[in-house]
């Protein structure tokens, strides 16, 4: 079970971090701080 949450967090923490078209061209990352950081002002 320890193994499979190791590799499920690295393939999250990849899929997080890759540019998407669907996204304009932004990881999930990035939309989720220009969200936030919007949400803000």
């Known amino acids: 079970m320890e193994?499979?949450?190791k590799?499920?967090?690295r393939y999250a923490n990849r899929?997080?971090?890759i540019?998407?078209?669907v996204l304009n061209?932004?990881?999930p990352n990035q939309?989720?701080?220009e969200?936030?950081?919007n949400?803000?002002?």
Request: charged residues 10%.
């Open 35 to 37: 969200y936030f950081m």
């Open 3 to 5: 193994s499979f949450l």
């Open 31 to 33: 939309v989720i701080t």
């Open 15 to 17: 899929y997080n971090n």
């Open 7 to 9: 590799v499920h967090s």
């Open 25 to 27: 061209f932004k990881s």
């Open 19 to 21: 540019a998407q078209k």
């Open 39 to 41: 949400q803000k002002a």
